[in-house]
């Protein structure tokens, strides 16, 4: 019996567990379907999100995630493509609460791609507020910082010394508003796609879109069994949630039962004196008879 049937059954022998039940069930189907290892990009927007995703997936026509030189993915896409998902999330600057919706989104993500592009310079105020957000929400920044890589985007239009410099800036820009380091990673979806379609291995190779592929293969290898163990105790938590708040309840109601029998008893008792005042009554009466 698969652990969905299993719980239908408890649910149906202890109905008073059916919220807490559904939970679980809700818990199990989510590890079901998050089986599959999650890329997600982050970042302002127009800063070539979509245009990396497409990249990494061999889509060089720019299909599968839309890209425009204008604010263009409006709402959080996911795209099954067998083995990963891929996620595009809309810039954390689209509208005031996306910092907080975009957050949301990528708490459970195995790899994030925090994209920066660095003709801008270094980091903006937003995703120095974003960075802040993150310390705030995580219990560890770690967890947070090991499954990310801070993709510095469309470096085709910068000179090499200038990449370095901007990377450099950043480094220090994240070590202070984060308190930890991200691996950093410059890439050129441009000079992929012209790399592929040219048959031109320089430019594939300058592009550092394979190495940022092979980069997203380690965090998702190291993570796995972390990933694992973490869902696992989730599971285990919610379990143990719902066995303390059944037992809650027994207690709750063995409670009330015992102040139902005393009740009970004390009526019991109450009736029974009563009877033995009336028979006593009615014996004297007749004995005066
Ligand atoms: N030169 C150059 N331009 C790029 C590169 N990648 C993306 N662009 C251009 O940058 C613009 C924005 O790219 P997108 O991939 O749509 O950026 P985005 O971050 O997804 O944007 P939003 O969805 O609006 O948040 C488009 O005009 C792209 O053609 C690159 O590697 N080099
Ligand atoms: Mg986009």
């Known amino acids: 019996m698969d652990a969905t049937k299993r719980i239908e059954e408890i649910e149906r022998l202890a109905p008073i567990a059916s919220e807490d039940l559904k939970k679980l069930k809700h818990l199990l189907e989510n590890m079901e379907k998050n089986k599959k290892p999650i890329v997600a990009t982050i970042g302002l927007y127009n800063h070539g999100k979509s245009s990396i995703l497409n990249a990494l997936i061999g889509d060089l026509d720019n299909r599968t995630f ?15 493509m067998g083995d990963f998902v891929y996620m595009d999330t809309p810039g954390i600057d689209a509208r005031e609460d996306d910092d907080r919706r ?74 202070e508003y984060l308190g930890a380091d991200i691996y950093i990673k410059e890439v050129s979806a441009k000079r992929y796609f012209k790399g592929m379609k040219e048959n031109k291995n320089i430019f594939i190779e300058k592009s550092g879109i394979v190495s940022l592929r092979d980069a997203i293969f380690a965090i998702i290898r190291l993570n796995a069994d972390k990933m694992m163990a973490s869902r696992k105790e989730k599971v285990i938590k919610t379990i143990d949630s719902i066995i303390s ?3 809650r309840r027994a207690k709750k109601l063995y409670e009330e039962v015992n102040i139902l029998t005393q009740e009970k008893q004390k009526f019991e008792s109450d009736v029974f004196e009563e009877l033995w005042l009336i028979n006593s009554t009615i014996e004297e009466y007749k004995k005066a008879l």
Do not use: C, M, W, Y
Request: no cysteine.
């Open 102 to 175: 975009v957050l949301d989104a990528v708490i459970d993500i195995d790899v994030i791609l925090f994209v920066h592009n660095p003709s801008t310079g270094e980091l903006a105020s937003k995703e120095v507020e974003f960075l802040h957000l993150v310390k705030k929400s995580f219990k560890d920044v770690r967890d947070f910082a090991d499954r990310t890589i801070f993709v510095l985007s469309r470096i085709d239009e910068l000179k090499e010394g200038e990449v370095e410099r901007v990377k450099n800036k950043i480094k220090s820009q994240i070590r």
């Open 66 to 80: 839309k890209v425009a030189d204008k604010r263009e993915t409006t709402r959080i896409e996911i795209k099954d």
């Open 245 to 247: 708040n059944l037992n």
